[in-house]
């Protein structure tokens, strides 16, 4: 097994409170996997031997070998200013580009001549081929607007517009934004009295949505499938052919969890500090396996 990550990073200062950053990553992940098994002989009886052939000891051979590369790419701009004294504006704007690719080979062979050499061209039984592959990208446009008055009233937008090819093509893209705010009610005229006991109280609230790609393993949930190990008889004869195991959706998209909530934030005595939240959380559009009845043949 080897796997090695990768990264290159780049930030250039474009004018004063101005950033361009760059990040490219790569990963790489390689599996090779040799399993030997033998036939055993064993007796029940004196002088009386037999060889086990069951599954578990079959004179068979089998390797596998499973490759995985996967690339990031991250293009963003960061820019801070204050206006005057009290006003701070933070903007952040960039994309978000990954692709990634699994492919797996195996292949096994029976009734070797010998146990110490191992090489599928050796092998006078059956043979055996297997193989998948699959490979997505993803690309994500995001932005975020700050802003603090004083470090009192603070408000922030976040946006983000991604893309994925493990939906259909109507149904790629997803938009999914939120927002913030909050109160130091601390830093308040009113509040100078409790400065002694009372550090910092703080009262937040939020609203937001994100996308979820990831909740089934199928790299394409939405695209019918279909078997190629049928046999249908055909003048007289079997004749290879295929099937359709399986029924997904094909306007299937993106799982989209909403959140609000409420929160406030203290420091007491100069070192206690403490949360108060309050949310809610409800997620739509769930993509999950769903019970068939057996008369639909197709499964889940």
């Not at 081929?129 to 699959?134: D, L, M, R, S, T």
């Not at 607007?145 to 997803?174: H, Q």
């Not at 934030?265 to 403490?274: E, R």
């Amino acid at each position: 097994r080897t796997q090695a990550t990768y990264a290159v990073n780049a930030d250039f200062t474009l004018m004063e409170g101005l950033h361009l950053i760059g990040n490219v990553s790569y990963r790489t992940y390689l599996r090779e996997k040799m399993t030997r098994q033998a036939n055993m002989t064993y007796s029940q009886q004196p002088n009386v031997f037999e060889k086990a052939t069951t599954v578990f000891f079959q004179n068979r051979l089998k390797e596998i070998r499973t490759t995985e590369e996967y690339w990031v790419y991250d293009l963003y701009a960061t820019y801070q200013k204050t206006f005057g004294e009290f006003h701070h504006l933070n903007v952040l704007a960039g994309l978000n580009h990954e692709t990634g690719k699994y492919q797996n080979v195996e292949g096994n062979v029976k009734d070797l001549p010998t146990m110490s050499l191992n090489d599928l061209a050796l092998g006078t039984g059956a043979r055996g081929v297997k193989g998948g592959q699959y490979e997505y990208a993803l690309l994500g446009y995001f932005g975020r607007l700050s802003y603090d008055y004083a470090g009192k009233y603070l408000a922030e937008v976040n946006m983000r517009y991604d893309g994925t090819s493990r939906f259909p093509a109507g149904d790629r893209w997803g938009f999914f934004p939120s927002f913030s705010a909050a109160w130091r009610i601390s830093e308040e005229p009113f509040m100078e009295s409790s400065k002694s006991w009372l550090n910092n109280l703080k009262l937040r609230a939020s609203w937001g949505q994100l996308g979820n790609q990831d909740a089934l393993n199928d790299y394409y949930p939405w695209m019918n499938t279909y078997n190629l190990n049928a046999k249908y008889p055909f003048g007289g004869q079997l004749t290879p052919g295929y099937y359709q195991g399986s029924y997904h959706l094909e306007t299937i998209s993106w799982e989209r969890s909403t959140t609000w909530g409420v929160g406030l934030d203290f420091t007491l005595f100069g070192g206690l500090t403490g949360s108060l939240d309050y949310y809610n959380r409800k997620t739509t559009g769930i993509i999950m396996n769903v019970s068939a009845p057996a008369e639909f043949a197709l499964g889940a």
